[in-house]
């Protein structure tokens, strides 16, 4: 199986902050790699697919960079509707993964 | 606007079968642009992936289940359904049902997801 390692674990920051999360892979996969954002109580919400491809929706202030095996999620300047856990997932292999997740705080 | 909604008991008694069912609207389940697939998270902790179903009858599973797992599609009540038998406490979860496309190199990460359905093992 792959592993997707996720850091921080946690990430505390003020409005307007740039916040940036890693994911790292324990293989390469590509750019196969998506970014999901859940909130309590709520189905996982899709960011970002394929490293960098903003999903429908998705506003402006997140983006995704990486390929092979290092990837980053950035939010450019955190706002309210931030807060809220992100996971990374990789969909190279049959088998999908998903990070252990980064709680942002606001 | 695809819709997914989870539905199934929640409470199951160790040892038994757990069995949901995800009804779609706004679109087929025999859409060949999709795939249709299962994801859960234990209380309070991150997200695992159970597996994938396709138009075809294709199935992929996470290889900690695969030997667990079953999925199908159902077209006259355009449903799909997820099986896991001999459950244990450590199958006490949120079960999401998700769509995602197919494409021709890998397909893409889910993009819509019901709400989710919590079920219980315990006796």
């Known amino acids: 199986d792959i592993q997707m390692t996720q850091s921080p674990s946690t990430v505390s920051a003020f409005i307007g902050d740039r916040v940036t999360i890693t994911c790292r892979a324990s293989q390469d996969i590509v750019s196969w790699l998506a970014w999901f954002q859940q909130k309590p109580g709520k189905a996982p919400k899709l960011l970002m697919y394929d490293g960098s491809k903003l999903n429908s929706g998705v506003p402006s202030r997140f983006s995704g960079s990486g390929s092979g095996t290092e990837f980053t999620l950035t939010i450019s300047s955190l706002q309210p509707d931030d807060f809220g856990t992100y996971y990374c997932?990789?969909?190279?292999?049959?088998?999908?993964?998903f990070g252990q997740g980064t709680k942002v705080e606001i | 606007q695809v819709q997914l909604q989870e539905s199934g008991p929640g409470l199951v008694k160790p040892s038994e079968t757990l069995s949901l069912t995800c009804s779609v609207s706004g679109t087929s389940v025999t859409n060949n642009y999709y795939y249709w697939g299962w994801i859960r998270q234990p209380p309070g902790r991150g997200l695992e992936w159970i597996g994938n179903?396709?138009?075809?009858?294709?199935?992929y599973f996470n290889p900690s289940l695969k030997s667990r797992v079953s999925l199908s599609l159902d077209t006259s009540t355009n449903q799909f359904s997820l099986s896991l038998d001999s459950v244990s406490v450590a199958d006490t979860a949120i079960y999401f049902c998700a769509r995602g496309h197919r494409r021709v190199v890998v397909p893409s990460a889910s993009d819509s997801w019901g709400q989710g359905i919590l079920v219980t093992v315990s006796s």
């Open positions: 997932q990789q969909y190279k292999s049959y088998s999908w993964t």
């Open positions: 179903v396709y138009t075809s009858g294709t199935t």
